[in-house]
């Protein structure tokens, strides 16, 4: 009798598991960024930030930033661009001031703080974009993006690490980074992976619209 109520108990637990893990797969594919519910930010992407990266291809980094800046400009997403101390930092990266003039003329221009969300314009400026789904990418993966996801993550937002807009002095900065990420729990994409989660079908009218940026900004410097 013990063993036949000890069989049906095991039976049950699975059964529970199995739906627990049915209903997070179902809550997973519920979980899909889109142009609706997301936004974009961009961290710090200045001009002497920009020299300090050596963990991947600048030139890569530079072109993932002016299309992920031009989803946002000319498809509407909303885009939060914030720069620290810019006396001594510098300007905004000119690409992303090129294809994104009223985001620029509306960055949040922070003191020194390195997590973005101490800074209290900057945590005012996420909360009036009205949308609890964040793109981040930032300069540098391992000091103001780090600390900034972790500053989202703690104010309740959902975070997608944008890897190739991002970058820092060494190649391990960033995979100690992102590693890092992967443990909060925020998923680490790449710019064309953050293209793709906005927009899954190019057929459609801003489909397109996004692919043609990518094609632009993206695909047609490839290798030049």
Request: charged fraction near 20%.
């Amino acid at each position: 009798m013990k063993k036949k109520v000890f069989q049906v108990m095991l039976i049950l637990a699975a059964s529970i598991l199995t739906s627990k893990v049915y209903s997070q797969s179902i809550s997973n594919k519920m979980e899909q960024f889109t142009p609706q519910n997301s936004a974009i930010l961009l961290v710090d992407h200045q001009k002497m930030t920009m020299d300090w990266i050596y963990s991947q291809d600048k030139k890569g980094v530079e072109n993932n930033l002016k299309m992920l800046a031009r989803l946002g400009n000319d498809l509407n997403i909303p885009l939060l661009i914030t720069t620290t101390m810019e006396d001594y930092v510098g300007p905004t990266y000119e690409g992303i001031q090129q294809v994104a003039p009223i985001a620029n003329s509306n960055r949040v221009k922070r003191g020194g703080t390195i997590n973005c969300f101490l800074d209290s314009n900057f945590n005012q400026a996420v909360k009036n974009l009205g949308r609890k789904k964040l793109f981040i990418g930032g300069l540098t993966t391992d000091i103001c993006l780090l600390q900034t996801v972790k500053g989202a993550l703690n104010n309740g937002y959902e975070v997608i690490v944008i890897a190739d807009a991002s970058g820092s002095m060494t190649k391990m900065a960033d995979e100690v980074s992102f590693d890092h990420f992967r443990q909060m729990g925020v998923k680490v994409y790449s710019a064309n992976a953050v293209l793709a989660e906005l927009y899954p079908d190019f057929g459609t009218p801003d489909g397109q619209k996004a692919m043609q940026i990518s094609i632009e900004e993206v695909v047609s410097k490839l290798g030049k």
